[in-house]
């Protein structure tokens, strides 16, 4: 509740936000592990630990999404971080984030894994411009949104760091 005042004046609908927290409370109080998509996270998750995959990124192609990282790394790290125990939660903002994290994820230690989260529909979007001059050399995206060349980075980012070692899991929202 003591969240709630901050929620409404951000201008959340506190009745919507409220109706999907009892949906979430009967979708995941299935004990089913075939259901229920926490369960299955946690099992992979604890799988992963199991191999010395010690490190957790989490990644994140929406811009929107860097403070939700900061709550999860948050959440993740005082709730985990006990008794010499625990995966260590750290998060990307991608693509910017790409070339110097994504440095070390595609070539540094293998003991990490990343959670992607994949946003299917993002609430606004930039469609890509003619540059008549070319500059860039990047015409050929022309009439492209940014989230278009968004989910391609992601798309071939995955492949990479899998193929480079690098377990990914992927939960996907729809917008």
Not at 12 to 28: F, P, R, T
Not at 144 to 153: E, R, S
Not at 159 to 169: D, L, M, Q, T
Request: charged share 25%.
């Amino acid at each position: 509740p003591v969240g709630l005042l901050p929620i409404a004046v951000a201008g959340i609908d506190i009745n919507k936000l409220m109706e999907g927290a009892k949906n979430a409370q009967y979708n995941y109080s299935d004990n089913g592990v075939k259901y229920n998509q926490c369960y299955r996270y946690a099992i992979v998750r604890n799988i992963l630990y199991k191999k010395d995959k010690t490190v957790e990124i989490l990644a994140n192609y929406e811009p929107k999404f860097h403070y939700f990282t900061e709550w999860w790394k948050q959440l993740y790290g005082e709730s985990e971080g006990k008794e010499h125990k625990g995966i260590f939660p750290t998060g990307v903002d991608l693509s910017t984030d790409l070339h110097s994290m994504g440095q070390y994820i595609q070539d540094g230690k293998r003991n990490l894994f990343e959670t992607v989260i994949n946003v299917e529909e993002t609430k606004t979007d930039i469609t890509i411009k003619r540059d008549e001059d070319n500059i860039d050399g990047l015409n050929f995206l022309e009439g492209k949104t940014m989230d278009y060349v968004n989910k391609q980075a992601m798309q071939g980012t995955i492949e990479a760091h899998v193929s480079g070692g690098v377990p990914n899991i992927i939960i996907s929202i729809k917008r």
